[in-house]
């Protein structure tokens, strides 16, 4: 019988990580033990007496079934065949237990945050993106989320609503825009869907934090936590300076290194502020997950509060008026 699941990482002590990473790997260890910034998982550096360095994962219980997680593993291994420079995990399987946690553990890649800085730095961008996506159309993921407005941010709206998260003097306002640019990205989707737009497993969350310059200039992408279904364009837009619309010289220079390695349904270009609202929505869902985390409400004093369903209120009406 496994292990019950803890509903927090208050359990997770040093000796614990440290003894997991051991025994699913067969690294001996230094003991030192690295917290790194991660929100909704844990995530460490720990170190072998060689000095080989490597990054421990712990996945928040309840987020992913093991099938989910599965899911990532295989896209990363996808990845790994194409000879695209991901994370690859240690270990017999990619995800070991302990404690009731579930782990993995990579080496750890270093490098700097790729800044795009030049028309080139755009294209090399774009290629890496593309090349991931050719990955990606190799299989499925049927575990994983669907990048979907109608089933995908539709219940995180109503998830918010039922289960009053919302602060109840923001709730007209909040459920009156939701509705609103539900709607309109509902109608962005269904004018994209007779294109054929490019659909399959993607990143999920390519920001430029996730890209990394290795020394030798080599471009890696990281974190496939939030890997996903969905439309290419879904990993292209968040590397964009501003909106679609004073963007499109730089998606123009990313899909121009994209489509060396991967089609790109050109309409479905037009999903971007679609995209943009379904992220508002879906990262207020994400930290209403971890709300009754105390490292979160340390690191995020008056999430929840009024003032900022004010403010998250009125930055999605700012978001409606891109909408078409």
Not at 158 to 186: Q, Y
Not at 225 to 234: F, V
């Amino acid at each position: 019988m496994s292990e019950p699941a803890p509903d927090s990482f208050e359990s997770l002590d040093p000796d614990t990580i440290l003894n997991a990473v051991e025994h699913h790997t067969g690294l001996f260890l230094d003991g030192s033990l690295t917290p790194f910034n991660s929100y909704i998982n844990r995530v460490y550096g720990v170190t072998d007496e060689e000095g080989n360095r490597y990054v421990v994962k712990f996945y928040r219980n309840y987020r992913w079934s093991d099938e989910a997680l599965a899911d990532e593993h295989i896209f990363l291994n996808d990845c790994t065949n194409f000879e695209i420079p991901v994370p690859i995990t240690l270990g017999e399987s990619p995800v070991g237990r302990s404690g009731g946690f579930r782990f993995s553990v990579f080496p750890r890649i270093s490098g700097r945050t790729f800044d795009i800085e030049s028309d080139e730095d755009w294209i090399r961008s774009g290629a890496l993106i593309g090349r991931v996506h050719a990955a990606g159309r190799l299989k499925k993921a049927p575990h994983r989320t669907l990048c979907d407005p109608e089933h995908t941010t539709g219940q995180y709206i109503n998830r918010l609503i039922a289960e009053k998260i919302v602060h109840p003097d923001c709730l007209s306002e909040f459920s009156a825009v939701c509705t609103e640019s539900l709607e309109r990205a509902k109608r962005a989707y269904r004018a994209c869907a007779g294109s054929g737009a490019d659909w399959g497993r993607i990143h999920g969350d390519c920001h430029r934090g996730n890209i990394l310059r290795k020394s030798d200039g080599t471009l890696t992408i990281l974190d496939f936590d939030d890997m996903m279904t969905g439309p290419a364009i879904q990993d292209l837009w968040l590397l964009l300076p501003g909106h679609l619309e004073d963007s499109r010289r730089e998606l123009n220079l990313m899909l121009e290194g994209y489509e060396e390695f991967c089609s790109f349904d050109r309409p479905s270009a037009e999903l971007v502020e679609s995209l943009r609202f379904m992220r508002q929505i879906y990262f207020l869902n994400w930290c209403a997950l971890q709300r009754n985390d105390p490292l979160f409400a340390e690191r995020n004093p008056g999430w929840g509060e009024k003032a900022f369903w004010i403010r998250e209120t009125g930055d999605l009406e700012t978001q409606l008026d891109f909408l078409a």
